[in-house]
């Protein structure tokens, strides 16, 4: 089955800890992304990566940090410098990033982080 | 700036039809969207019109556009509890590329 996954569903961490969010993706989509999403409120865009071993900052990406070593991959740690990181987190990825006309998001399921 | 808007809630009857709204900003935009998302779960694509098109229709979705006021809308025939979700319009800006998403209307279906 194609598609994009995001472990663990759930996640526990204690304030002061850094914690990495997994996002695989097995559609061979060249761009992937990372967004927040508050209760009551749309997607903020953490940080996105157009291609293998380039990213981009989005509109919220202090205490954030990510990684694209792999075209498959692109996980995200919330550090402990990011103030407030109880969130729902989803990963999402598209074939062209945006860039040809008709491009789509497909999302993950998401991860829901708690910080204690 | 950038910025997408819709109204927060809207609650209809099981059966009813239910129109959701979505202004967009981008008037270069080439392809609107419109995503699902029921509880804790990701967003899911529902449909997407090209912007030289007024309308499209996919079963019981239909899909208007009015480039001239820059809104969008989306309607469901015969709405069933299975509908209740939350609804994001989104756009692609021509300056960055990124996605820029409504603050998503939630939707309630009463029995």
């Known amino acids: 089955d194609g598609g994009i996954t995001q472990s663990p569903k759930y996640l526990f961490r204690k304030e002061g800890q850094n914690v990495t969010l997994s996002c695989e993706q097995n559609?061979?989509?060249?761009?992937m992304y990372w967004y927040r999403q508050d209760p009551g409120q749309g997607l903020r865009l953490i940080y996105y990566s157009q291609i293998v071993n380039d990213f981009q900052k989005g509109d919220i990406a202090e205490g954030y940090s990510v990684s694209r070593e792999k075209k498959e991959s692109f996980p995200l740690t919330v550090t402990s410098a990011q103030k407030n990181p109880t969130a729902f987190y989803l990963c999402?990825?598209?074939?062209?990033?945006?860039?040809?006309?008709?491009?789509?998001?497909?999302f993950g399921p998401g991860t829901r982080l708690t910080v204690l | 700036g950038e910025d997408v808007e819709q109204s927060l809630f809207l609650s209809v009857r099981e059966g009813d039809s239910s129109v959701i709204n979505c202004t967009y900003t981008?008037?270069?935009?080439?392809?609107l969207y419109w995503y699902k998302q029921e509880p804790g779960a990701g967003l899911q694509l529902l449909t997407y019109i090209f912007s030289n098109m007024d309308m499209k229709q996919d079963q019981r979705l239909t899909v208007l556009l009015n480039k001239k006021d820059k809104h969008l809308s989306l309607r469901i025939a015969d709405t069933q509890t299975g509908d209740s979700a939350i609804y994001f319009c989104?756009?692609?800006?021509?300056?960055?590329?990124?996605?820029?998403f409504g603050t998503g209307t939630r939707l309630k279906v009463l029995a």
């Open positions: 999402a990825s598209s074939t062209w990033g945006g860039t040809v006309p008709g491009d789509t998001q497909y």
């Open positions: 989104a756009e692609i800006s021509s300056g960055t590329y990124k996605y820029i």
């Open positions: 559609l061979n989509h060249d761009a």
């Open positions: 981008d008037s270069s935009s080439t392809y």
